[in-house]
């Protein structure tokens, strides 16, 4: 908005500096919603006198719905959090604005180093059970993506996986068995049906077999007859 005063805003004072900054959350002044900043500095065409700031404001309720990408809404959560530890996206939009709600994950987050690119992994116990927590440092920002899934219902959702592909090794051994016996009984049946021929011819008795083919068994039964 024109005649907005922006001077005591840490984006704006950073992009004045010289610097490339992601605020902290902010409530738009314009909107009242919550939101955060993307600042950078505008340059004289000498490209030496910093004559004001470039800013992109990006909506957090909505850019949140695009975390519900990384984690099922039944097994988990995922967020970003500042470098005030305030969660900024939430794939649980009334999050947004507060600390990490689970106090143990909270120090076990608060205690990592904050250096570029820094991750890790950790079983915790909550009061709603345990969760798995990873987090993946973002650059340089300050900013960390933290990702929590339930432990039961990771287990849940492999105990079902599993069941499932036993279901599929038992019906596949099934399919073979049945394939098998077929297979089987185009072989034995015409030997059996052979053999009574034979079997009769030895004891005096006229009888032909009925059996034909261009395999080894269908040339027995022409010879025989």
């Known amino acids: 908005a024109l005649g907005l005063n922006l001077s005591d805003r840490d984006y704006f004072i950073s992009a004045m500096a010289g610097k490339t900054q992601l605020s902290n959350m902010h409530v738009d002044r314009v909107k009242q919603q919550k939101v955060v900043f993307v600042s ?3 340059y004289a065409r000498d490209m030496r006198q910093i004559v004001g700031a470039f800013v992109t404001i990006i ?3 909505t850019t949140s719905q695009d975390l519900m990408n990384l984690v099922a809404e039944d097994v988990g959560s995922a967020y970003l959090v500042d470098q005030q530890g305030t969660v900024v996206f939430h794939t649980h939009v009334e999050h947004i604005g507060n600390p990490i709600s689970t106090e143990s994950v909270a120090r076990y987050i ?3 180093p904050i250096e570029a690119s820094y991750s890790g992994t950790k079983m915790i116990d909550t009061p709603k059970g345990q969760v798995y927590v990873s987090f993946q440092n973002v ?4 900013w ?3 990702v929590e899934q339930d432990v039961v219902r990771i287990r849940e959702g492999a105990n079902d996986a599993l069941t499932v592909e036993l279901f599929i090794l038992v019906l596949v051994l099934l399919v073979a068995i049945l394939i098998g016996i077929l297979q089987a009984r ?5 030997i059996s049906h052979l053999t009574k ?3 009769a011819n030895m004891h005096g008795q006229k009888e032909r077999s009925t059996l034909q083919g261009k395999n080894e068994l269908g040339f027995l039964s022409t010879t025989l007859n």
């Open 186 to 190: 185009t072989i034995t049946e015409p």
């Open 59 to 61: 909506d957090i309720e």
């Open 110 to 112: 608060n205690q990592q």
């Open 197 to 199: 021929v034979m079997t």
């Open 144 to 146: 960390r993506l933290v």
């Open 139 to 142: 650059g340089d920002t300050g």
């Open 40 to 42: 950078t500095p505008l």
